[in-house]
């Protein structure tokens, strides 16, 4: 059914439902009214008749009272019976001239008691409808008034009314159709148009809203709406197309093999490598069942293996194939192939198709398989050189431990020479006196064989022999504290005993030792370490670790023109050693500092650096003590090495 048909009918109904509401509205009130004014009039009668009759009904006079009624009821056309009723079932007086009808005997028992005049009863008579109306006369004397209204022509009158109504209304509403149909018309005429342009649009013709002409603003309103949305709806379309020939040419460079799927499997995308491995064209394929197209196989027992695509749909997670997938194509020509199948979500969550990707692995499966064949006599192969490796790496590492020892060895040899150039002052100013008392004393005794010998000569003799004893004594004791103080470090760096000593007297007398080393350079060292800091340790590694620190600092950081500064902080932080070692010399790149503990590495190649000093410290921090130790440094600016050392208790 037409917009124009289902409006119109509406419209028709509304109006057909106004009119019978309108219809019935007015009868009502013509009811009420009519009531209402037989009502007045019965009142009004009643107040005239209480006058006329009240004392002959009291006197029971029931002639006079008839005779009144009857004249009331012949003087009025609309009166069709009065009657008078005592004591609520006894009929006093009435206007019939032949007897009081049987009609009326059933409802003669009813008193009534109120003054307000009442619709009883309503009767139809073979050529009347008859009101009945009642009150009571007097109140006190038990005397009710029933009066009867002829009906017939209030009801004439009241039906031509509705007749006339019903034709004025059935005129309105075919006037009020006439013209909500010519409303309509226009209204529908342009969207009836508008709806022909949109059909076309969607069968690819050009919409031209332009030519939609009307007159209403509402559709005017939608028109302008329907350019913008169709406008929209084109540049979107555009945006779309676009995006598909970006797809298609994207999919097209991808150099695996790319089939996408629907929900059932069906094959809605291709892409031309893919073509090329199936066998299939796009075209032949388009709507089949991948299965169809893309059947694989297991390479090793030839039998037909579930397509991907069933278990993602199936399951929605993606998967792999194994290594021996086998694609036979359309022409029978088998392909070994890697793929890989994954679920396309849609923004419900749910699948709504696969990807498939793959590509031929067949000469790389060829080349596996030829290397399989090598592998056993290769792992022999391998085995055997792995051995022939271990030996070598067995030698490389004692050559190493060979070296390491060589450069404690070296560090040791330059605290020898420290040493001998340390001894050297002592013994030889001790040989000196010595010397001197053999002189004094080949004098004194020549004197004394001469018989020349003076008191005053041998007391002389006596102080300087005093002197340049305790010269000698006191050179001696210098001697043989260094003497001492070597013996210990070095036993100390041979055995690596752990023992507890002092770490401010331990470390003093091994900065003592290199005193000579350094002597010749421009180098001030000063020893913060707590002087009442006793632990218990391996003394030797602190002596191997300050000696190689300080001359790491010598050949590396200062130049022989520079007043070079090293502190040496060492502190006990509950069971930790917090040590701290510094200088001002030339600092380190960053590529240095990343390389500073590797082994054989060393910026003074050739010129005094072996490359193992720093290799030593390392090991010995972190093997052997259990510690860290890190490196800051700044060109320019110096080194710090901070080194954390847990110690026993």
């Keep these: 059914m037409s917009l124009t048909k289902k409006i119109i009918i509406l419209i028709f109904i509304s109006l057909l439902l106004n009119t019978i509401f309108i219809l019935l509205l007015s009868l009502y009130q013509q009811k009420v009214l009519q009531n209402k004014a037989e009502t007045a009039f019965i009142q009004t009668l009643v107040i005239s008749l209480r006058d006329a009759i009240v004392s002959d009904v009291i006197d029971n006079n029931e002639l006079r009272v008839t005779d009144l009624l009857k004249e009331i009821k012949n003087n009025s056309n609309s ?338 020479a420290g040493i001998a150039h340390e001894i050297n002052t002592p013994v030889g100013s001790s040989i000196t006196g010595i010397t001197h008392i053999q002189d004094l004393s080949k004098n004194i005794n020549q004197q004394l064989q001469n018989k020349t010998l003076k008191k005053s000569l041998l007391e002389n003799y006596v102080k300087d022999i005093n002197i340049m004893s305790e010269s000698v004594r006191v050179s001696l004791v210098n001697a043989a504290n260094i003497v001492k103080s070597f013996k210990q470090i070095a036993v100390d760096q041979h055995a690596e005993e752990i023992r507890d000593f002092n770490l401010y007297k331990y470390i003093q007398s091994v900065l003592l030792n290199l005193k000579s080393a350094i002597k010749n350079e421009r180098i001030h060292i000063d020893n913060h370490i707590d002087k009442e800091l006793n632990i218990y340790s391996y003394p030797g590694v602190f002596s191997q670790i300050i000696t190689n620190l300080v001359m790491n600092s010598k050949i590396h950081a200062f130049d022989s023109d520079i007043d070079g500064v090293i502190e040496i902080n060492i502190k006990q932080d509950n069971n930790n050693l917090i040590f701290t070692y510094k200088d001002n010399g030339k600092g380190m790149s960053e590529n240095t500092i990343k390389h500073i503990f590797d082994p054989f590495f060393t910026t003074k190649l050739g010129q005094g650096g072996s490359g193992l000093g720093m290799h030593i410290i390392y090991n010995l921090i972190t093997q052997k003590m259990k510690g860290t130790i890190e490196c800051d440094s700044e060109l320019n600016v110096g080194t710090e090495f901070i080194i954390n050392i847990p110690i026993k208790k």
């Design 79 to 416: 009166i069709v019976f009065l009657y008078l009723t005592k004591n609520g079932n006894s009929v006093f007086a009435h206007s019939f001239e032949k007897g009081f009808p049987r009609y009326l005997f059933n409802n003669i028992n009813h008193a009534y008691k109120s003054s307000e005049v009442i619709l009883n009863h309503r009767y139809q008579t073979e050529t009347k409808l008859i009101n009945e109306y009642s009150t009571v006369l007097i109140q006190g004397i038990d005397t009710s008034i029933h009066i009867g209204i002829d009906q017939s022509e209030s009801e004439s009158i009241l039906r031509e009314n509705v007749i006339q109504i019903i034709i004025g209304s059935i005129g309105i509403t075919f006037l009020l159709l006439i013209a909500v149909f010519w409303n309509t018309i226009k209204i529908i005429y342009p969207l009836n148009h508008l709806s022909s342009l949109i059909t076309g649009y969607k069968e690819g013709e050009i919409i031209q809203l332009d030519k939609v002409e009307t007159k209403i603003p509402e559709i005017r309103q939608l028109v302008f709406a329907l350019k913008s949305a169709f406008k929209e709806r084109d540049n979107s379309f555009k945006i779309l197309k676009e995006h598909e020939q970006d797809l298609l040419i994207t999919l097209n460079s991808i150099g695996d093999g790319v089939i996408s799927t629907d929900e059932k499997g069906r094959v809605v995308r291709m892409n031309p490598v893919a073509e090329d491995l199936t066998g299939w064209s796009f075209d032949e394929a388009h709507g089949m069942l991948i299965k169809t197209i893309f059947p694989v196989i297991n390479t090793t027992t030839r039998k037909v293996m579930q397509n991907p695509v069933e278990k993602v749909i199936s399951n929605g997670k993606t998967m792999h194939l194994s290594n021996h997938t086998t694609l036979v194509t359309k022409d029978a020509i088998e392909y070994q192939i890697a793929n890989s199948a994954a679920p396309i979500i849609n923004s419900d969550g749910r699948t709504s198709g696969v990807v498939v990707i793959f590509h031929d692995v067949t000469k790389e499966y060829k080349i596996q398989k030829e290397l399989n064949l090598y592998r056993d006599n290769l792992e022999e192969l391998v085995s055997s050189r792995t051995k022939k490796l271990n030996d070598s790496i067995v030698q490389l590492t004692n050559a190493q431990n060979k070296l390491i020892e060589s450069e404690k060895m070296a560090s040791l040899g330059s605290l020898v």
